[in-house]
């Protein structure tokens, strides 16, 4: 098995985003079991190897469209499912009634359903390998750091309020597909 070979669909570029997949769903047991310290530092590993699975794609020419899509999945499992389910269950314990609870959990659903879109807008206007100077509308990634950002400001009380946490997943909800232009590192 050649780690090298571009049509290998495990070669070292893959593997990595594999990787990046086992983290987010390993990520999502450890939030159940509340355990967020370790969900939180998975989730870091993860964007470490979002990153790095790329260059290795760029480094070796390992890119492919099934690289791409494969990505893409990684990214929405680490980035776009698991940083929500964190910050719901984070607030869970905070929340004054079911109804509270309901109407919060639709808008982190929301909140992954435009994330999806997002990725897939992505994709469709992106070939494989290449790299575009600005991303439209706020990448995935970031809006995962923002909703950590946000568990942080809830947790240490900083901002207390699950009302105002919630208006602020829904506008970096939003922002997922606005026409913000974000540089391209």
């Known amino acids: ?16 985003t594999y990787l990046n997949v086992a983290l987010g769903v390993t990520a999502i047991y450890f939030i159940v079991q509340e355990n ?3 969900a ?3 989730a870091w590993i993860a964007g470490a190897c979002d990153i790095i699975d790329g260059k290795l794609a760029r480094k070796y020419k390992l890119s492919t469209e099934f690289g791409v899509q494969v990505d893409s999945f990684a990214d929405f499992i680490s980035f776009v499912v698991m940083p929500p389910f964190l ?3 984070a607030l869970k314990g905070s929340m004054s009634s079911g109804l509270e609870e309901l109407i919060v959990g639709l808008i982190f659903i929301a909140y992954i359903i435009l994330g999806l879109r ?6 469709l206007k992106v070939d494989a390998g290449e790299v575009a100077k600005y991303f439209e509308g706020v990448p995935t990634p970031l ?3 923002l909703l950590w950002i946000l568990y942080l400001l809830f947790t240490y009380s900083i901002i207390p309020s699950v009302t105002i946490i919630t208006l602020l997943v829904i ?8 026409k913000i ?5």
């Open 1 to 16: 098995m050649n780690l090298f070979d571009k049509n290998n669909r495990f070669n070292i570029a893959n593997l990595v």
């Open 36 to 38: 967020f310290f370790i």
């Open 40 to 42: 939180i530092i998975l």
């Open 87 to 89: 910050l719901f269950y």
């Open 118 to 123: 997002r990725l897939v807008e992505f994709n």
């Open 143 to 145: 809006g995962a750091i």
């Open 171 to 178: 506008a970096i909800a939003w922002s997922l597909n606005s």
């Open 181 to 185: 232009k974000i540089p391209h590192p």
